[in-house]
C-alpha cells in the first residue's frame, strides 16, 4: 500500500499551526492587557517611599565559621529550627549535618546517585530530605546511634520524571513540596508517600521554592527556566498569580518576612522584588558592575536587606527600600550556590563550588 | 542555570549574556575619551605598545563604578579569567596584580564569544604550529594533549599539519613586532579555551544527554492554554494602590529593625560572633523569663503570638479565664489535621466532630451556621482541608477579638515588665583568648529521650 497523500498530512499540518499561530496571538494580547492593568494603580516607586527612611551606615560582616568537609561542590544547604544546626548536600552525593556552632559533623550520608541538587531539615529536627538526579526527594530520620547506618532507614517519597531541584517540609514533618526539572512542582505525604497534589505552569525546568509565612498558610512561590516566578495555591494546585520580569532562569525565590511580597535571583544577575497585593514587579536590584548571575537570595530578619550569592564568587548586601547595594563580602574561591538566613536572623550561611559552607556575621 | 543547560549548547545560551556585559565593561575601558591611557611599557628590554599595567586597570575600575580597591581588583580578576586582558609578564598566571606588571586587550578576533566554540580541530594546529617552531620544546601538558589529539582524529592528521604549515608561513610575512603580538594574543585564547581533551567521551555529558529537556519557551498548545486562561482570571483580580503596599514595606522594616540582629546586633551578644551561647539560651522555647524583645513581639501580630510556643501558652492562659480556650483547641487540632499524615486524617476529624462540633459536645465552638452546615456535609467526607473554613472563622474570632484583649490584660502587661533586657556583653578584649565552643544536645536526641521515657512508663 502506498502511504497516505501527502496533501491531506500537509492541511493537517497547517490547521495545527494556524491553531499555535490564533492561541499565541491571544495569550500575547491577554498578557498585554494585564500589564496594562497593573501599571494603572502603580502610583509611586519603592526608593521614593523609602526616601524619609534613614540610611544604612557602614557594614561590617565576616565569615565566621568555615565548614569543610565536602569533597566536591555544595549545591544546597538548609538550618535546623534550633538556629545552629545545618544540612547541606554536595556533588559528590554526600549529605551532611553540622552543628556549624561548633563546625562538628553529627550526621552523614552517601545518597545513590551524584548532584544533589536539593536539601531540607524537618521542622522537628528529627530528620532531613534530600534528591537529586536522582529525581526522589528522600527522607533520612536522624539517628543518634554511631553505629546505625542512616541509608538503612530512608524513606522514598517523591518520583519526579526529571531531577529534583529543591524541597521543603511544610508545617511538619509529614508533608514535602518539590520541584522538579520535569517541569512541575508536587506536593507529598511523607508517610505514604502518595502525591496530594501536583503543581503544573511552568513551561520549562523549575528551579527553585519557597513557602509563604502567611496566617493562612497556604501558598507558595515557584522559580523556573521559563523566566517565570508562579504563585500557587497548595489547596486546588492553581497559579493564582505570575511574574515574568525576568531576562534569564530564576534561581531563587524567597518570601519577604510578612509574606506580601517575595524576592527572586536570576542568571541575568539581578535580584527583583514583587508585591503580591499590587501584583507587580517593585523593585530590581543591580548594578553595571555585577555581570554573573545570582544563584540564592534571603532576606535578613527585618526584611530590610536582601543578600544575594554569586556566580562570581560573591556575595552582595542589598538595601531593599532604597535599592541600593550596602556591601560585598568575599571569601568563597567558587560560586556560591546557596545561600539561607537563620532562623533567628543572627546569621546567615552560604554554600559554593569551592567545597566549603561559611557562617557570615 | 540548570543542571542540563551544563550539557553541550545550553551553557553557551547563558554563559553568552555575561560575555556580553563584560565586554561592555572592555569597550568602555578603551573608549579613546573616557576608557584608559594607554602607553608604552617596558618588559626587559622591550618596549610594548598599548599596553597597560595592573594597577592602571584597578585605578580606572574604581573610578568609572565607584568601587572599592577590592571589588576593583575582583573585577579586573574576572576579566582576565575570561581572556578580555592577558597578561605579559607570566602569560599563564591569569590573575590581575595591583602593580605595574604589564597587560594588554585581547583582540576581539579572539574572545570566547565570537570565536565559540573552540574546536578541537583548531587546538591541533594551535599545538602543531608551536610544535614545529619549537622544535618539540612542548610543556607537558600540551604535549599529552597533543599525542592524544593525534589519536583522536588522526583521520584528519594530514589536514591539521598542512594547516600548521601554512599559517607559519603566512606568519613569517609579518613584521617581527606584529607576529609576536599575534602570537600572545593566541597564546591568551588557547590558555582559556582549550577543549577538554580525553580519550573517553566523558560520562558526564552520556548522562546529560539522556536528560536533555528542551530548555526553550514550550509553545505547545497545552501551555497556551494554560497562560490564556490564567491571563483571563489575573484580570479580573483586586489590586492595591503601590504607595499602599510600598509603604507597607517601610512600616515593617521599622517595627522589625530591633528584632534584626544583622541590622542592630543582639543582647548580649551574637553568638556567632562572641562564641557565647547565652541569647540562645536565653531564648529557647520554654524558659522561666523570657526577653522583652520576645514579649513585644507578641504584639506586632496574632501570628507572631501563635507561633511563638511560649506565646501562644500565655495566650491559652489568657482564654482559659475568659472560658474560651476552646477556640484556640480547635485550632490547634485542625492545624494537625490540615499537616499531619494522610492516614490519619479520618480518625482525626472523628475527634474534632466529637470534641468541638457535635451538639452538646464538651468544647463546643460557636460557629456560624452557614460555615457548620458546610463542615458538618464535609466531614462525611472527611480529607485534608474539610476543617479549613470553620478554622478560619475561629482564627478570625480570635485574632479580632480575644487577641486585641489580650494585649491590654494584666496578665500580658505584667509579663512584659518582668522580661528581661540583657545585659550587652562586649566581645572580649584579649582577641586571642578565643572562648571554648559548647555544642548543644540535638532535637533528635530530645525526641529519642522523650519517647524512651515513654516506653518506659
Same mark, same amino acid.
Given at each position: 500500500?502506498?502511504?497516505?497523500?501527502?496533501?491531506?498530512?500537509?492541511?493537517?499540518?497547517?490547521?495545527?499551526?494556524?491553531?499555535?499561530?490564533?492561541?499565541?496571538?491571544?495569550?500575547?494580547?491577554?498578557?498585554?492587557?494585564?500589564?496594562?492593568?497593573?501599571?494603572?494603580?502603580?502610583?509611586?516607586?519603592?526608593?521614593?517611599?523609602?526616601?524619609?527612611?534613614?540610611?544604612?551606615?557602614?557594614?561590617?560582616?565576616?565569615?565566621?565559621?568555615?565548614?569543610?568537609?565536602?569533597?566536591?561542590?555544595?549545591?544546597?544547604?538548609?538550618?535546623?529550627?534550633?538556629?545552629?544546626?545545618?544540612?547541606?548536600?554536595?556533588?559528590?552525593?554526600?549529605?551532611?549535618?553540622?552543628?556549624?556552632?561548633?563546625?562538628?559533623?553529627?550526621?552523614?550520608?552517601?545518597?545513590?546517585?551524584?548532584?544533589?541538587?536539593?536539601?531540607?531539615?524537618?521542622?522537628?529536627?528529627?530528620?532531613?530530605?534530600?534528591?537529586?538526579?536522582?529525581?526522589?526527594?528522600?527522607?533520612?530520620?536522624?539517628?543518634?546511634?554511631?553505629?546505625?547506618?542512616?541509608?538503612?532507614?530512608?524513606?522514598?517519597?517523591?518520583?519526579?520524571?526529571?531531577?529534583?531541584?529543591? *524541597?521543603?517540609?511544610?508545617?511538619?514533618?509529614?508533608?514535602?513540596?518539590?520541584?522538579?526539572?520535569?517541569?512541575?512542582?508536587?506536593?507529598?505525604?511523607?508517610?505514604?508517600?502518595?502525591?496530594?497534589?501536583?503543581?503544573?505552569?511552568?513551561?520549562?525546568?523549575?528551579?527553585?521554592?519557597?513557602?509563604?509565612?502567611?496566617?493562612?498558610?497556604?501558598?507558595?512561590?515557584?522559580?523556573?527556566?521559563?523566566?517565570?516566578?508562579?504563585?500557587?495555591?497548595?489547596?486546588?494546585?492553581? *497559579?493564582?498569580?505570575?511574574?515574568?520580569?525576568?531576562?534569564?532562569?530564576?534561581?531563587?525565590?524567597?518570601?519577604?518576612?510578612?509574606?506580601?511580597?517575595?524576592?527572586?535571583?536570576?542568571?541575568?544577575?539581578?535580584?527583583?522584588?514583587?508585591?503580591?497585593?499590587?501584583?507587580?514587579?517593585?523593585?530590581?536590584?543591580?548594578?553595571?558592575?555585577?555581570?554573573?548571575?545570582?544563584?540564592?537570595?534571603?532576606?535578613?530578619?527585618?526584611?530590610?536587606?536582601?543578600?544575594?550569592?554569586?556566580?562570581?564568587?560573591?556575595?552582595?548586601?542589598?538595601?531593599?527600600?532604597?535599592?541600593?547595594?550596602?556591601?560585598?563580602?568575599?571569601?568563597?574561591?567558587?560560586?556560591?550556590?546557596?545561600?539561607?538566613?537563620?532562623?533567628?536572623?543572627?546569621?546567615?550561611?552560604?554554600?559554593?563550588?569551592?567545597?566549603?559552607?561559611?557562617?557570615?556575621? | 542555570?540548570?543542571?542540563?543547560?551544563?550539557?553541550? &549548547?545550553?551553557?553557551?545560551?547563558?554563559?553568552?549574556?555575561?560575555?556580553?556585559?563584560?565586554?561592555?565593561?572592555?569597550?568602555?575601558?578603551?573608549?579613546?575619551?573616557?576608557?584608559?591611557?594607554?602607553?608604552?611599557?617596558?618588559?626587559?628590554?622591550?618596549?610594548?605598545?598599548?599596553?597597560?599595567?595592573?594597577?592602571?586597570?584597578?585605578?580606572?575600575?574604581?573610578?568609572?563604578?565607584?568601587?572599592?580597591?577590592?571589588?576593583?581588583?575582583?573585577?579586573? &580578576?574576572?576579566?582576565?579569567?575570561?581572556?578580555?586582558?592577558?597578561?605579559?609578564?607570566?602569560?599563564?598566571?591569569?590573575? +590581575?596584580?595591583?602593580?605595574?606588571?604589564?597587560?594588554?586587550?585581547?583582540?576581539?578576533?579572539?574572545?570566547?564569544?565570537?570565536?565559540?566554540?573552540?574546536?578541537?580541530?583548531?587546538?591541533?594546529?594551535?599545538?602543531?604550529?608551536?610544535?614545529?617552531?619549537?622544535?618539540?620544546?612542548?610543556?607537558?601538558?600540551?604535549?599529552?594533549?597533543?599525542?592524544?589529539?593525534?589519536?583522536?582524529?588522526?583521520?584528519?592528521?594530514?589536514?591539521?599539519?598542512?594547516?600548521?604549515?601554512? #599559517?607559519?608561513?603566512?606568519?613569517? #610575512?609579518?613584521?617581527?613586532?606584529?607576529?609576536?603580538?599575534?602570537?600572545?594574543?593566541?597564546?591568551?585564547?588557547?590558555?582559556?579555551?582549550?577543549?577538554?581533551?580525553?580519550?573517553? +567521551?566523558?560520562?558526564?555529558?552520556?548522562?546529560?544527554?539522556?536528560?536533555?529537556?528542551?530548555?526553550?519557551?514550550?509553545?505547545?498548545?497545552?501551555?497556551?492554554?494554560?497562560?490564556?486562561?490564567?491571563?483571563?482570571?489575573?484580570?479580573?483580580?483586586?489590586?492595591?494602590?503601590?504607595?499602599?503596599?510600598?509603604? &507597607?514595606?517601610?512600616?515593617?522594616?521599622?517595627?522589625?529593625?530591633?528584632?534584626?540582629?544583622?541590622?542592630?546586633?543582639?543582647?548580649?551578644?551574637?553568638?556567632?560572633?562572641?562564641?557565647?551561647?547565652?541569647?540562645?539560651?536565653?531564648?529557647?522555647?520554654?524558659?522561666?523569663?523570657?526577653?522583652?524583645?520576645?514579649?513585644?513581639?507578641?504584639?506586632?501580630?496574632?501570628?507572631?503570638?501563635?507561633?511563638?510556643?511560649?506565646?501562644?501558652?500565655?495566650?491559652?492562659?489568657?482564654?482559659?479565664?475568659?472560658?474560651?480556650?476552646?477556640?484556640?483547641?480547635?485550632?490547634?487540632?485542625?492545624?494537625?489535621?490540615?499537616?499531619?499524615?494522610?492516614?490519619?486524617?479520618?480518625?482525626?476529624?472523628?475527634?474534632?466532630?466529637?470534641?468541638? +462540633?457535635?451538639?452538646?459536645?464538651?468544647?463546643?465552638?460557636?460557629?456560624?451556621?452557614?460555615?457548620?452546615?458546610?463542615?458538618?456535609?464535609?466531614?462525611?467526607?472527611?480529607?485534608?482541608?474539610?476543617?479549613?473554613?470553620?478554622?478560619?472563622?475561629?482564627?478570625?474570632?480570635?485574632?479580632?477579638?480575644?487577641?486585641?484583649?489580650?494585649?491590654?490584660?494584666?496578665?500580658?502587661?505584667?509579663?512584659?515588665?518582668?522580661?528581661?533586657?540583657?545585659?550587652?556583653?562586649?566581645?572580649?578584649?584579649?582577641?586571642?583568648?578565643?572562648?571554648?565552643?559548647?555544642?548543644?544536645?540535638?532535637?533528635?536526641?530530645?525526641?529519642?529521650?522523650?519517647?524512651?521515657?515513654?516506653?518506659?512508663?
Amino acid at each position: 500500500m502506498r502511504s497516505p497523500p501527502i496533501p491531506e498530512m500537509a492541511t493537517q499540518e497547517v490547521q495545527l499551526s494556524e491553531t499555535l499561530a490564533h492561541l499565541k496571538t491571544e495569550s500575547d494580547t491577554l498578557k498585554g492587557k494585564l500589564e496594562e492593568e497593573r501599571a494603572k494603580l502603580h502610583d509611586v516607586e519603592l526608593h521614593q517611599v523609602a526616601e524619609k527612611v534613614e540610611g544604612l551606615g557602614q557594614f561590617v560582616m565576616k565569615t565566621r565559621r568555615t565548614l569543610k568537609g565536602h569533597g566536591n561542590k555544595v549545591l544546597c544547604m538548609d538550618w535546623c529550627k534550633d538556629k545552629r544546626r545545618i544540612v547541606s548536600s554536595s556533588q559528590d552525593g554526600k549529605v551532611i549535618v553540622w552543628d556549624a556552632f561548633t563546625t562538628n559533623k553529627e550526621h552523614a550520608v552517601t545518597m545513590p546517585c551524584t548532584w544533589v541538587m536539593a536539601c531540607a531539615y524537618a521542622p522537628s529536627g528529627c530528620a532531613v530530605a534530600c534528591g537529586g538526579l536522582d529525581n526522589k526527594c528522600s527522607v533520612y530520620p536522624l539517628s543518634l546511634d554511631k553505629n546505625e547506618n542512616l541509608a538503612a532507614k530512608k524513606k522514598s517519597v517523591a518520583m519526579h520524571t526529571n531531577y529534583l531541584s529543591a *524541597c521543603s517540609f511544610t508545617n511538619s514533618d509529614m508533608q514535602i513540596l518539590t520541584s522538579s526539572g520535569d517541569g512541575t512542582c508536587a506536593l507529598w505525604d511523607v508517610e505514604s508517600g502518595q502525591l496530594l497534589q501536583s503543581f503544573h505552569g511552568h513551561a520549562a525546568d523549575v528551579l527553585c521554592l519557597d513557602l509563604a509565612p502567611s496566617e493562612t498558610g497556604n501558598t507558595f512561590v515557584s522559580g523556573g527556566c521559563d523566566k517565570k516566578a508562579n504563585v500557587w495555591d497548595m489547596r486546588s494546585g492553581q *497559579c493564582i498569580q505570575s511574574f515574568e520580569t525576568h531576562e534569564s532562569d530564576i534561581n531563587s525565590v524567597r518570601y519577604y518576612p510578612s509574606g506580601d511580597a517575595f524576592a527572586s535571583g536570576s542568571d541575568d544577575a539581578t535580584c527583583r522584588l514583587y508585591d503580591l497585593r499590587a501584583d507587580r514587579e517593585v523593585a530590581i536590584y543591580s548594578k553595571e558592575s555585577i555581570i554573573f548571575g545570582v544563584s540564592s537570595v534571603d532576606f535578613s530578619l527585618s526584611g530590610r536587606l536582601l543578600f544575594g550569592g554569586y556566580n562570581d564568587y560573591t556575595i552582595n548586601v542589598w538595601d531593599v527600600l532604597k535599592g541600593t547595594r550596602v556591601s560585598i563580602l568575599f571569601g568563597h574561591e567558587n560560586r556560591v550556590s546557596t545561600l539561607r538566613v537563620s532562623p533567628d536572623g543572627t546569621a546567615f550561611c552560604t554554600g559554593s563550588w569551592d567545597h566549603t559552607l561559611r557562617t557570615w556575621a | 542555570m540548570t543542571i542540563n543547560t551544563l550539557a553541550k &549548547g545550553g551553557w553557551h545560551r547563558d554563559q553568552m549574556a555575561c560575555f556580553r556585559k563584560m565586554e561592555k565593561v572592555i569597550v568602555a575601558m578603551q573608549d579613546p575619551d573616557m576608557g584608559m591611557k594607554m602607553r608604552n611599557q617596558r618588559l626587559l628590554i622591550t618596549v610594548i605598545p598599548h599596553a597597560m599595567t595592573g594597577r592602571d586597570v584597578i585605578n580606572w575600575l574604581m573610578q568609572k563604578y565607584n568601587m572599592c580597591e577590592e571589588e576593583a581588583l575582583h573585577l579586573g &580578576g574576572m576579566l582576565v579569567r575570561y581572556g578580555y586582558i592577558y597578561p605579559l609578564k607570566e602569560p599563564r598566571s591569569l590573575v +590581575l596584580r595591583a602593580d605595574e606588571s604589564p597587560y594588554r586587550f585581547q583582540t576581539p578576533y579572539f574572545w570566547t564569544s565570537t570565536r565559540w566554540p573552540a574546536t578541537e580541530l583548531d587546538y591541533a594546529i594551535y599545538l602543531a604550529k608551536k610544535n614545529i617552531r619549537k622544535q618539540g620544546e612542548l610543556m607537558e601538558y600540551e604535549k599529552e594533549r597533543y599525542s592524544v589529539l593525534h589519536k583522536r582524529i588522526n583521520h584528519t592528521w594530514d589536514f591539521v599539519v598542512m594547516q600548521a604549515r601554512e #599559517q607559519l608561513r603566512a606568519s613569517k #610575512q609579518r613584521r617581527k613586532a606584529d607576529r609576536i603580538v599575534l602570537e600572545c594574543q593566541e597564546q591568551a585564547y588557547w590558555l582559556i579555551n582549550r577543549p577538554p581533551v580525553s580519550l573517553t +567521551l566523558s560520562t558526564f555529558r552520556i548522562y546529560f544527554i539522556a536528560h536533555f529537556v528542551c530548555v526553550c519557551v514550550c509553545v505547545c498548545t497545552f501551555c497556551l492554554c494554560l497562560q490564556i486562561e490564567f491571563c483571563r482570571r489575573a484580570l479580573g483580580r483586586n489590586r492595591v494602590k503601590s504607595s499602599i503596599c510600598l509603604e &507597607g514595606f517601610v512600616k515593617y522594616s521599622e517595627q522589625y529593625l530591633s528584632h534584626d540582629p544583622i541590622m542592630q546586633g543582639c543582647l548580649p551578644s551574637n553568638p556567632w560572633i562572641s562564641d557565647d551561647t547565652a541569647h540562645w539560651t536565653m531564648n529557647t522555647e520554654v524558659v522561666p523569663i523570657p526577653s522583652r524583645l520576645r514579649v513585644e513581639r507578641w504584639s506586632f501580630s496574632f501570628m507572631e503570638l501563635l507561633n511563638d510556643a511560649m506565646g501562644r501558652r500565655e495566650f491559652m492562659t489568657y482564654l482559659e479565664k475568659e472560658f474560651s480556650a476552646e477556640n484556640l483547641c480547635f485550632w490547634q487540632a485542625c492545624e494537625d489535621i490540615r499537616h499531619g499524615e494522610n492516614s490519619r486524617i479520618v480518625e482525626k476529624v472523628e475527634e474534632v466532630y466529637k470534641n468541638f +462540633l457535635a451538639p452538646g459536645a464538651a468544647r463546643w465552638v460557636n460557629i456560624d451556621s452557614k460555615t457548620m452546615d458546610k463542615t458538618l456535609k464535609g466531614i462525611q467526607h472527611p480529607h485534608r482541608f474539610v476543617m479549613d473554613d470553620a478554622q478560619m472563622h475561629i482564627y478570625f474570632l480570635m485574632k479580632k477579638d480575644s487577641f486585641p484583649r489580650y494585649l491590654k490584660s494584666d496578665l500580658y502587661k505584667n509579663m512584659l515588665a518582668k522580661a528581661i533586657v540583657p545585659q550587652e556583653v562586649k566581645k572580649s578584649v584579649f582577641p586571642f583568648m578565643r572562648r571554648q565552643r559548647h555544642s548543644s544536645p540535638s532535637p533528635a536526641q530530645a525526641v529519642a529521650q522523650a519517647s524512651e521515657e515513654e516506653g518506659r512508663a
